[in-house]
């Protein structure tokens, strides 16, 4: 552990990209186990329905998709010489998965409990101009090369 603590202050103090990067990438992680927690409450509990592995799959698969992704576009990043086009490309894609965990997320307490919070309808509302925007971008960005 104090090895580990070592090797994230190293990174903070000669590479903060790399610093935040991480600190995304485990938040999103908290963010399914989090999802996936409140997903089996909301299904089992709730709506009495049997739990299926295939949840256990998806979760794990989200996982290992952000892991995988979280190395290649770090790769790609060093390859690339952290050029800003492709920090808003993998921050963009990352943040736009937080959301939609965080949506998830509140689907799940809704269902639970009847009630739906405000933020997370807010959230919802602007997710799908978000991605339009960001695709947008990337898209105009790319033809410009």
Sequence with gaps: ??????????????????????????????????????????NVVFNKEKLKSAKFGVSTGKVFVSLIFSVIGYVYLVITDYSIFTRIILFGAIGLSLIRELISIGENFNNMTGYSFYMLNLLKKMFTPLENLFFNKIKNKSDEV
């Design 1 to 42: 552990m104090k090895e580990l603590l070592k090797e994230i202050t190293f990174a903070y103090r000669n590479n903060h990209f790399l610093f935040y990067w991480l600190l995304t990438i485990f938040i999103y992680i908290v963010l399914v186990f989090i999802d996936f927690l409140t997903g089996i409450v909301s």
